[in-house]
């Protein structure tokens, strides 16, 4: 179950990116689990983890290499188990498959950067993906996005990408990624994984400057369920193959296209782990405005994406406008005046004056709750700063695949 169109659109090779996918038999058979992505001598890596003191050894081990002065060249990715929960063995076996690749590869291990996503509190099954690296290795070609995003993929009920490409200094600059996530949606960030590359030449300073920023008004404004994972990361890969001066500062020619392009793939990939959110019916963006600093945007928008009963009621369609009431009231706003706030559900208003709307009717509510696509528009009138939370529905398929997941 998924919201909106499920065809990707193209995804443009990145010259100085290849990226192979296996059947590696990690959880399930016949079914692409292990990535591969090998990185041109010279590419530079930015990253981004979760916040959960419970991280994953391969969170643990990525973050160290990246950190080792080692340049990366190869990413290695497995679904089927999440490798957390797991203590120093899964420790010893991050880093033992990352030496393993890299025996094959000829790099120093540090230059392999592991990540894992699926069950916590299993052990990494290391006989079937090192059985499988060589085979991975082999296959490694520019053209396997694709392969690659259904490689990645546990719940996902379909493969996650984008691409865009723009014109500088006569070359065409491209910019792809995939990612995968569905459940255990939460900043920050969630349980997703994200790979986006780019053959623009950027500073390691400016690369770090453009993930970061790009992560915070996409990959961290969706949720699905509240729940912030062991394993997220988002990789942010500059070859520098294009031949075009470098990016080092913001006030570099290629920064302000190149920072646009990023912002609005990683926003289409945000999306589209929202519309992929598990058991999910409805798209639901909700918009906070007027609002008197950031931090009480954002918490409004996220207490009222994590109500359950908001979040019951759009599975439902009913547009049941007091629970969004109560969890703008109980939102962290100071002194909030609710005799101000006005809500509209897809352009109709329904509350004004902190009451119920007098032009409103049950069967405006109706209407507009069939959509699903649902845009909740909230008006704190207190200041002038906007933001925007992207979620779901909770509907009973959420609950039936969560139930199951470890069966």
């Not at 990352?98 to 990494?124: K, M, R, Y």
């Not at 990408?161 to 491209?174: L, M, N, P, R, V």
């Not at 100071?334 to 208003?349: E, F, P, S, Y």
């Amino acid at each position: 179950m998924a919201v909106g169109a499920s065809e990707l659109t193209q995804l443009h090779p990145v010259s100085g990116v290849r990226l192979s996918a296996v059947a590696a038999g990690i959880r399930y058979p016949n079914r692409l689990d292990l990535v591969v992505i090998a990185l041109a001598e010279g590419s530079v890596v930015s990253g981004v983890f979760t916040q959960n003191a419970f991280c994953a050894a391969p969170v643990t081990v990525a973050k160290a290499h990246l950190a080792s002065g080692v340049a990366p060249r190869y990413l290695l990715i497995n679904t089927g188990n999440a490798n957390a929960g797991t203590g120093k063995r899964g420790l010893d076996d991050a880093k033992h498959s990352c030496a393993s690749l890299a025996a094959i590869c000829d790099v120093p291990t540090e230059a392999v950067i592991p990540f894992s996503t699926g069950v916590i509190g299993e052990h990494l099954p290391m006989l079937p993906i090192i059985a499988n690296l060589t085979g991975a290795f082999a296959f490694l070609e520019a053209d396997q996005w694709l392969p690659a995003a259904k490689g990645i993929m546990t719940t996902d009920t379909r493969p996650k990408g984008a691409s865009d490409q723009f014109k500088f200094e006569g070359q065409t600059i491209t910019v792809t990624g995939i990612c995968k996530g569905s459940g255990m949606i939460h900043p920050n960030m969630a349980t997703m994984l994200s790979f986006v590359a780019t053959d623009a030449p950027v500073s390691q300073a400016m690369l770090d400057k453009l993930l970061h920023e790009s992560t915070e008004t996409s990959f961290n404004r969706i949720t699905v369920d509240g729940d912030t994972s062991t394993n997220d990361a988002s990789i942010l890969i500059a070859s520098g193959t294009a031949d075009v001066s470098l990016c080092d500062s913001e006030s570099s020619p290629l920064y302000a296209p190149l920072k646009a392009c990023i912002d609005r793939l990683m926003i289409q990939l945000a999306h589209s782990i929202v519309r992929d959110g598990e058991g999910a019916t409805k798209f639901v963006a909700i918009k906070v405005k007027e609002a008197a600093n950031a931090a009480e945007a954002k918490s409004v928008g996220f207490t009222v994406a994590h109500s359950p009963l908001v979040k019951t009621a759009l599975s439902a369609s009913d547009a049941n406008w007091g629970r969004i009431l109560a969890a703008i009231g109980r939102a962290d706003v100071q002194d909030l005046d609710v005799n101000r706030v006005t809500i509209h559900i897809n352009g109709i208003l329904i509350v004004e004056d902190g009451a119920r709307a007098a032009s409103y009717t049950e069967i405006q509510g109706a209407v507009a709750m069939q959509s699903e696509h649902i845009a909740i528009d909230i008006n704190l009138a207190r200041g002038s700063v906007s933001d925007t939370v992207y979620t779901t529905d909770f509907s009973e398929e959420y609950v039936r695949i969560n139930a199951d997941y470890r069966s």
